[in-house]
């Protein structure tokens, strides 16, 4: 159902159906997407629409959403997608990624490329699915100029694989956790 000049989804139920793409249509909210109509669904593909925001899903099975190229400022709602392993919000409109449940339990990878996050505490958020996330793409951000841009993304997400398709080494992660006890020693007043 891809390129077509939809503006909703109402009406549209597929108990059985696995993967829907809805990209590059015109569909402006999520609120149709719930379990009694697509509760089956794994993928969902809304790339190219004109959403301004996530909420409206309550589809626990979902494992990969694709919302890129949208409008989205907010995120919302994303508390009911217990199962995502895959959520991708690139070329929006998100200054901070509050919106993040520690419901997301099985988030494995997360793209937020070229959206205005300006501000590492706009991070805050990501240290709420820090666990299981194994991959975070935050480039084409302004946060990404600040010189301690990689330390400091590390530090919240020591676990983390890859980070802006770039693979954390050993020697980076080592390198990583001697500055951080290095700046805890500062902080302590000898006696």
Known sequence: MAANQLNDVDGL????????NLTGNNVQQLHSFQTGCFGSLLTLELRGNRLETTDGLNLPNLQRLYLAENMIKHLEGLDKL?????????????ETLDGLSSNMKCLQYLNVRGNLITEGKALQSIGLVAK??????????????????????????????????????PEERSDNQMRIRELEEEEVPEP
Not at 13 to 20: I, K, R, T, W
Not at 89 to 94: A, F, G, M, S, V
């Open 82 to 94: 217990e199962s995502l392993t895959i959520l991708h919000l690139r070329d929006n409109k998100l």
């Open 132 to 169: 299981s996330l194994q991959a975070l793409v935050l480039s084409e951000n302004p946060l990404v100029a600040t010189s301690d841009y990689r330390f400091s993304v590390l530090t919240l997400l020591p676990h983390l694989k890859r980070l802006d398709k770039e693979p954390v080494s």
């Open 13 to 20: 139920v597929g108990p059985a159906l696995e993967s829907l």
